[in-house]
Structure formats: structure tokens, C-alpha cells
């Protein structure tokens, strides 16, 4: 029967996108190389209509189905599992930009195109294509969108659900259901798109979206500032907010053990204040006025910043160079982790009010709870999002400490997070990793429905199965 599917997948698709054999790590393995699966083959459709032929085989089949983009993923739900049953459906070949409506600020786009080309398409066009995180180079439109992902722009622009307006989904019937309008409002029912948005590929397969594009700014400038503590770092982002209003485009925070990482493993890099403070944190002002205008804002909010004492010394970026370096120090914190070894992520989110309260307790029980445990702590503190992780005790085995604290570190992360009204997951999803974790932590109510929107359009269970909800 499997080989039979496979002949039929090569039938529609030419052998050549009909991966089996060989080396398949790259859709195999995810980003973080903690699950390795085996796929019954990896296909590559080149249309929507492919993608639903490919469906339609895979249903009649009973073979269960996971979509993949760019394979950045951090929660291990766009990899296979080990049974190597499951077909991998890669969106790799759909990558055309197909319209841009200037006048509409919209562009349509397929779901394998990779971030960084559609912030290039939109630049060259004249508009800001605002969503932007570490991982643009390679993840895709589709995965961001089924991530609803975050990134450092969503103090301003939202997330990706914020910046879709319709989108293209083949149904795990394999029909093709065309929600790509770009309209602003559309009150005709239930919310379709949304339901699509955030659902990691378990309810249908995005093959192409409209999304929402905005003025370029006239300037956009960079500061960096060390903070004496998170209690300092949110009064400064209050005092960003009531001074620079909407061109504040970024607010993120970064410990100094997570900065410390960086300056070891990347040495040829400046990392400002590295030892001299234990937080700083990364302004973005975007002003659709003039340099000199962003400037003088930002250098008034810094002085008035030291003044209220939750600035100790600041640096504003001459130019774009030096802008590029210090974002390339924020976006190294996740490499440079992992060259530090095997750790444990958190992606949590919290009221933006208590998070300074949260940090100070969970800091305090995990290094009582777990000696010599080391906290790589940074964030979108403007989105009250914490990358909260965990690094294994200095010299220790970091796979013997996977195994045996594991667990127990993220109990009582969590437990922290559910203390203080947050949520376990804030921009990652829930993937494979906390599908088994989120009923301890939503309610069963939100749980319940979940389950019945997942049976409702898949009742086979056979897209993306054991991802976000169990059936
Ligand atoms: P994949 O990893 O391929 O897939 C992710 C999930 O989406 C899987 O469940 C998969 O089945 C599903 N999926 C993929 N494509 C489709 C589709 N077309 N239709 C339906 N389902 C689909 N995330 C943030 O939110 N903010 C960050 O700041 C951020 N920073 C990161 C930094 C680094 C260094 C890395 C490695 C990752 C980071 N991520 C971040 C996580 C990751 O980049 C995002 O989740 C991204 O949106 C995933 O896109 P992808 O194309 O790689 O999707």
C-alpha cells in the first residue's frame, strides 16, 4: 500500500520531487536536532492543485500528512515522527510572489516564500513588509503564518496574524478553499482565516496568503542602553512608548549571561556593556519625519531615561552598520546558546507589569531548586514575551541534565507562568513538544473546543497528527 502511494505521489508530481531514500535530514531533523524522524518520502508540490492532488492520494491512503517550510520551527511540528509512515509536504517549490496592490498595500504570496525574499520584494517596491525575526533567511510566509509568528517588530505591526488578510488552503479533504481577499473588513461569518493562522498545519495547508504592507519609514534608528533591572528596563519601555508613540518599532531585553554567551562564542563581536550591566536593551524607532527628527527624540528619551535612573549608559547607532551590528549581537543569543550545548527553551508570555516580579521569584526558586542551573533570559519585553531558558550546570553533562531535570525545570517555569496569568507558549506554538503540557495549563473549556474544530475538519486525523491537540 505504501509503495503504491508512492508510485502515485511520483505519477503527480514527477519522481524528481518525490523524495525517498538518501539523505533526507534536512525535513527529517528538526532546527534543534532533538527529534529525528523517518518520512515515508518528502514531497514537493510546484502548485495548489498539486498540493491537493497529493492530499487527495494521501487520504485515500490513510497516510498522514506534515507540512514543512523552512524547517525553523522550535516546538518539533514540522518534522516527521519515527514511524516512517508519514509524508512529508514541503512548500519549498511555491515561492512566487504573485501581486502586489500598491494601491490596496497588499501583496499576494505563496506559502514556501521565504521571509527575508518578500521583505526584499517589498523594499524594492517601496513598502515595509514588517514581520522579522533571526530565522527570515530560511523559514517560509506558510510557516509563519501557521505559527502565527512573532519576531521583533509585533509592538508595532502585530504578529503574522495581524498582518494577513486572507489566505489559500488546501482542507484535508484536499479541496481548495480560496479565502485570498484583501479586505479590511469582512463580517460574513465565522472568522475562517484565523482558524488556519496558529494552527501549525493540523487543520489544512496554507498555500498562499494576502498580506498587509506598510510606508517605508523615512528613518529607522537603533539604541542600545544598559539597564540596571527588569523592574528598569519596563519603566523604560513606558517612558519609550508615552515619547516616541508608534515609531517605537522594537523593545527587547537581554540578560547578561545570555550577552556573555555571545561575546564568548562570537569573540570578533562588540557586545556593549557586556560587563558592565545586568540587562540592556534594544530600542528601534522608526520615524516617518527624518534622521534628525528620530534622533533627537531618541537622545531626549535617553537622557530623560538616565535621569529617572533606569538607564545607566546608552549608545545610539551612527548608521545602518552599526545598526545591523547591534541586532546581529541580539539575534546571536539563540546560536550562541546553542553552541553552549543542549538547553532547555521557554517561550513564555506574560502580563508586561509583572514580569519584573516573575523574573525576580522564578530566578529564586530555580537556583534553589537546581544549583548551578544558568539562565539565558531575553525577549520582546514590548510584547511581554521571555525566551526564559535554561543552560545546564557549567562543566556538567548537558544531556544527563536534559534527562533528568527536564521535566522538572519546566513544571516550575510553568507553574511561575500560570501563577502570574501568562502563557506557555507566546510566539513558537505548541508543536509536539507541549501538545502533552498545554492541558495542564489551558483551560479545559479552550481544550474541548480545540478538539472539536480538530474533528470537525479532520476527522481522519491525518494532517499533521499528535501537533497541538490530540484528537
Ligand atoms: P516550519 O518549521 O517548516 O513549520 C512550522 C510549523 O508550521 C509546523 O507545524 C509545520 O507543519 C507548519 N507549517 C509550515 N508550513 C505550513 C503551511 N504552508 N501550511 C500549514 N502548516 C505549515 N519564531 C517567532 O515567532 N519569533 C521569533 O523571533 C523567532 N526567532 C527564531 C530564531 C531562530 C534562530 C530560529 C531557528 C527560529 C525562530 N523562530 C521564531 C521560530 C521559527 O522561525 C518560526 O516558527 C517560523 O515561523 C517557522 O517557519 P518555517 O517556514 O520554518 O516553518
Redesign the pocket.
Request: aromatic share 2%; hydrophobic share 35%.
Given at each position: 500500500m505504501t509503495q503504491a502511494l508512492v508510485f502515485q505521489l511520483q505519477s503527480l508530481l514527477g519522481p524528481a520531487h518525490v523524495l525517498v531514500g538518501g539523505d533526507l535530514a534536512a525535513y527529517e531533523v528538526?532546527?534543534?536536532k532533538r527529534s529525528h524522524g523517518k518520512a515515508l518520502a518528502v514531497v514537493r508540490p510546484g502548485s495548489t492543485d498539486e498540493v491537493a492532488a497529493v492530499v487527495r492520494a494521501c487520504v485515500a491512503a490513510g497516510t498522514s500528512i506534515?507540512?514543512?517550510?523552512?524547517?525553523?520551527?522550535?516546538?518539533v511540528?514540522?518534522?516527521p515522527d519515527a514511524s516512517g509512515t508519514q509524508v512529508v509536504?514541503?512548500?519549498q517549490r511555491?515561492q512566487a510572489v504573485r501581486e502586489l496592490d500598491a494601491a490596496n498595500m497588499t501583496v499576494l504570496v505563496e506559502?514556501?516564500c521565504?521571509?527575508q525574499t518578500l521583505q526584499e520584494h517589498a523594499r524594492q517596491a517601496g513598502f515595509l513588509f514588517p514581520l522579522?525575526?533571526?530565522?527570515?533567511g530560511?523559514?517560509?510566509?506558510?510557516?509563519?503564518?501557521?505559527?502565527?509568528?512573532?519576531?521583533?517588530q509585533v509592538l508595532r505591526y502585530g504578529?503574522?496574524r495581524d498582518l494577513c488578510l486572507g489566505v489559500e488552503?488546501v482542507t484535508p479533504q484536499g479541496e481548495i478553499w480560496n479565502g485570498l481577499s484583501g479586505l479590511r473588513k469582512d463580517n460574513t461569518g465565522y472568522d475562517l482565516r484565523d482558524l488556519?493562522i496558529g494552527?501549525?498545519?493540523?487543520?489544512?495547508?496554507?498555500?498562499a496568503a494576502t498580506l498587509k504592507l506598510y510606508p517605508l519609514p523615512a528613518a529607522t534608528l537603533t539604541a542600545w542602553a544598559a539597564v540596571p533591572g527588569m523592574d528598569a528596563a519596563v519603566q523604560l519601555l513606558g517612558m519609550a512608548r508615552a515619547r516616541l508613540g508608534a515609531g517605537l518599532t522594537g523593545f527587547e531585553v537581554m540578560g547578561q549571561f545570555a550577552l556573555g554567551l555571545v561575546a564568548k562564542h562570537y569573540p570578533q563581536m562588540r557586545v556593549p556593556f557586556v560587563h558592565d550591566s545586568p540587562w540592556c536593551v534594544l530600542l528601534e524607532n522608526a520615524d516617518h519625519e527624518s534622521e534628525a527628527h528620530a534622533r533627537g527624540q531618541f537622545e531626549a528619551l535617553l537622557e530623560a531615561a538616565v535621569e529617572a535612573g533606569c538607564v545607566t549608559d546608552a549608545v545610539v547607532a551612527e548608521n545602518i552598520a552599526q545598526a545591523r551590528q547591534l541586532w546581529h549581537v541580539r539575534?546571536s543569543i539563540?546560536?550562541a546558546q546553542a553552541e553552549e550545548g543542549l538547553n532547555i527553551k521557554h517561550?513564555i508570555s506574560l502580563p508586561i507589569s509583572r514580569i519584573p516580579a516573575y523574573c525576580a521569584e522564578t530566578d529564586a526558586r530555580l537556583a534553589r531548586e537546581i544549583p548551578g542551573i544558568r539562565l539565558v533570559n531575553f525577549g520582546?519585553l514590548g510584547d511581554g514575551?521571555l525566551?526564559y531558558n535554561v543552560q545546564a550546570p557549567e562543566g556538567g553533562d548537558p544531556a544527563a541534565f536534559l534527562r533528568e531535570q527536564e521535566a522538572r525545570v519546566n513544571e516550575l517555569v510553568y507553574e511561575q507562568v500560570r501563577r502570574f496569568d501568562g502563557s506557555i507558549s507566546?510566539?513558537?506554538?505548541v508543536?509536539s513538544l507541549k501538545v502533552d503540557g498545554l492541558p495542564h495549563y489551558k483551560s479545559p473549556v479552550a481544550i474541548d473546543m480545540m478538539k472539536a474544530i480538530k474533528r470537525g475538519l479532520d476527522p481522519r486525523n491525518l494532517m499533521?497528527p499528535g501537533?497541538?491537540v490530540r484528537a
Open positions: 528538526d532546527w534543534r506534515v507540512p514543512q517550510g523552512g524547517n525553523t520551527g522550535l516546538v511540528g514540522g518534522t509536504l514541503s512548500l511555491m506559502a514556501g521565504v521571509l522579522s525575526l533571526a530565522a527570515e530560511s523559514c517560509t510566509i506558510g510557516g509563519n503564518l501557521a505559527t502565527n509568528a512573532g519576531g521583533t504578529n503574522a488552503v488556519f494552527s501549525e498545519g493540523t487543520l489544512g495547508i496554507i498555500t539575534e539563540p546560536l517561550d520582546h514575551n525566551h507566546a510566539e513558537h506554538g508543536g499533521n501537533r497541538v
